[in-house]
């Protein structure tokens, strides 16, 4: 008996059948076990077998558990007919009217799409609970018979029994796909008042969430402004539903309600406000109401500020997360792992390595997602080898690395070329740690290859991959294929990135350059005749830095931009001079058909280089210059950079969508591979 409940327990079912079979005389529990099992394990149609089995050989005569696991298995494999022999059977050993059995086969009958048949069975069935109710109304609801589930739900009300949890997953999904919902809520409304339901907090709130979750948010605050008694938390679920939306100016007038009285503010509400514009884009308001909730004498907790650092984090406002470090500091947040940790991010990813380090080296109980930051921080920077050295020094203290981890490492073995020592990591993943590698590993393995110049070992690499390479796989041999010079792997890796990700203008303009470079302009504007075509648009290049509290952004071309004329008299003043160091523009890097001189123009705009410009115009006695861009920055502008810094006599780190650049001296921490 032991080994056989071990079987089951552990899925080995072939084997328990085995032992079962072995068994003269089986009793109901042990049958009843390994029917159950048979359906858990998604092999309902065994289960049923197994019954037909019993109920002939051994003469079965099943009880209550015995009917409603054959029934859920007959559920499962959506057959009516062996549903009807088993409804029989239930009649036939006096079950029909157990109240557990009824309502196992009207779920049954429902999924079966026996609903007449269902419905009789609710009908006869002496004592209709919660259950009952709410398997009748998903047993309309799967025959798609909206209307007679929300009929069923009415009447359930007005029967006295009171919906839970399931009800309700059950019929508001109904509810919102019905188009006479918004009336039926409003008989759903009446009714609450005339029995008390509207006071209920619980169902309300619960309501309040169903809806916001199926977007229907009208009916949602339409549950929400009829509640007599609204508790704080249904306040809070108004206002992330709001936002899970994107609407920030309702939540925020129902935020103000709040503060003007009609609710009791809690920390939680702040925590929603400030995470809720922080996932919308709304930088600034999260950094405001991050400041409010000081203001109004709350203190801020781990939630505020995992919320809210994150908002400096992606926008490299490294100004504003200095500040929620001192915060920090004056409230005793510095033992906090998961808020140090967000920091040791924050300023990694603001351009500041040497203090996201600082903060490191100060943790005094780190864990293995700490560690992780760490060298994510140092292979985003370029440091490879610095992460390697982390990455050992963490084994070493007998921690085990995760997932993440495995990405972090492998990344700065990309970027710092440490092929061997990548290969070895990589394979150590399944070997020493048990972690099977997922494509997104095998993305960063390809990428190590690639990076260090071994085109044909990536591309044999991806060969031999158990699933299919993920589109970063191929991206990343495509653009080794470019500073490589690789045509014909090039065209492979764009031909499957032009059928796995048709809308990525990247892979065009990448393929372009490359048949471009090796003088094949005819393949080359077939290429872009085929974007035109497809009607891809190559993304618009966005690039912002901090000049004291505000972030201005650049995008090419943008004629409002701030200093427009300043900016561009800058450019061409300093282009004089980069041209006397010897710079001549990389016009690859553009793809229109235009003459020289207008494409000397377009890449002497690109947002990067407006923003480096607006920077050195308002240095104010800064050494350095932090720039950010949501795309790979072009090598044209990497070359321009570079004599920039040497001519300005600064540092300047430009962070693109792949790693950050630190340009001193003329040259720049990549050292031209990126
Ligand atoms: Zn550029
Ligand atoms: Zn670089």
Not at 501 to 505: A, G, K, L, M, Q
């Given at each position: 008996m032991k080994s056989f409940l071990a079987c089951l327990n552990s899925g080995h079912l072939d084997i328990a059948r085995k032992l079962f079979d072995k068994i003269p005389n089986p009793d109901l529990r042990t049958s009843t076990l390994l029917l159950s099992a048979y359906s858990k394990h998604g092999l309902p149609k065994q289960s049923i077998a197994l019954y037909r089995k019993l109920c002939k050989e051994k003469n079965l005569h099943p009880d209550q558990y015995v009917i409603i696991s054959v029934a859920n298995a007959c559920a499962l494999s959506l057959d009516a007919h062996k549903a009807e022999e088993l409804h029989e059977d239930a009649i036939r050993f006096n079950l029909a009217s157990n109240q557990l059995v009824g309502n196992a086969i009207i779920d049954m009958f429902g999924k079966c799409g026996l609903i007449e048949k269902a419905r009789s069975v609710f009908d006869h069935l002496p004592n209709k609970d919660v259950i009952s109710w709410s398997s009748l109304i998903s047993a309309h609801a799967s025959c798609k018979q909206s209307g007679e589930a929300l009929q069923a739900f009415s009447e359930m009300l007005c029967s006295g029994v009171k919906p839970n949890s399931v009800t309700l997953c059950t019929v508001l999904p109904v509810c919102a796909a019905a188009s006479k919902a918004a009336t039926f809520l409003k008989e759903i409304h009446g009714f609450s008042v005339r029995n008390g339901f509207k006071d209920d907090v619980w169902v309300g709130s619960r309501l309040i969430v169903f809806y916001a979750k199926a977007l229907n948010l009208r009916l949602a605050r339409f549950i929400f402004d009829g509640l007599l008694a609204r508790d704080a938390v249904t306040w809070n679920v108004m206002l992330s539903s709001y936002f899970s939306v994107g609407n920030s100016e309702e939540a925020l007038e129902i935020f103000r309600r709040m503060e003007s009285g009609e609710a009791q503010l809690s920390c939680a509400s702040w925590n929603c406000m400030i995470s809720g514009f922080a996932q919308h884009g709304g930088v600034k308001q999260s950094l405001e109401m991050f400041a409010r909730m000081q203001y109004s004498g709350f203190k801020a907790n781990e939630i505020s500020l995992t919320s809210v650092l994150p908002v400096c984090t992606n926008t490299g406002n490294r100004r504003g997360g200095k500040e929620i470090h001192g915060y920090m500091f004056r409230h005793c947040f510095m033992k906090n792992k998961r808020i140090m940790t967000a920091l040791v991010l924050m300023y990694a990813k603001c351009g500041d390595l040497m203090k996201s380090r600082l903060v490191f080296e100060r943790m005094t109980d780190r864990d293995v997602v700490a560690w992780t930051a760490m060298i994510c921080a140092n292979s985003m920077h370029g440091c490879g080898e610095d992460a390697v050295h982390l990455y050992r020094q963490m084994i070493s203290l007998g921690m085990k690395p995760n997932s993440v981890t495995f990405i972090g490492v492998l990344s700065g073995c990309s970027h710092s070329h440490l092929v061997e020592e990548g290969k070895h990591l990589f394979n150590s993943m399944s070997c020493h740690y048990g972690i099977r590698p997922n494509p997104e590993h095998y993305s960063c393995m390809v990428d190590v290859l690639c990076r260090a110049g071994h085109l044909q070992d990536a591309y044999e690499f991806m060969q031999s991959m158990p699933m299919e390479p993920k589109p970063s796989a191929w991206g990343a041999l495509l653009a080794a294929c470019r500073v490589g010079k690789n045509v014909d792997l090039g065209k492979i890796s764009a031909k499957k990135l032009f059928e796995i990700?048709?809308?990525?203008?990247g892979n065009y303009v990448l393929l372009s350059n490359i048949l471009m470079r090796a003088k094949l302009t005819d393949e080359a504007s077939k290429i872009r005749k085929l974007m035109r075509d497809r009607g891809i648009k190559k993304a618009a290049g966005r690039s912002w830095i901090q000049i004291k509290n505000r972030v201005h952004s650049f995008v090419k071309g943008d004629d409002r931009m701030v200093c427009r004329d300043e900016i561009y008299y800058f450019l061409k003043g300093i282009e004089a001079k980069m041209k006397l160091l010897g710079y001549k523009p990389d016009t690859e890097f553009v793809v229109h058909d235009v003459d020289d001189k207008i494409m000397e123009e377009a890449l002497c705009s690109h947002s990067e280089r407006l923003a480096v410009a607006f920077g050195a115009m308002n240095l104010n006695g800064e050494s350095e210059i932090r720039v950010f861009k949501n795309l790979r920055t072009c090598g044209d502008c990497h070359n321009a950079i570079k004599l920039m810094c040497k001519i300005l006599g600064v540092s300047i780190i430009v962070r693109d969508n792949l790693r950050f650049h630190h340009f001193e001296n003329g040259s720049c921490s990549c050292n031209d591979r990126w």
């Open positions: 990700e048709p809308e990525n203008p």
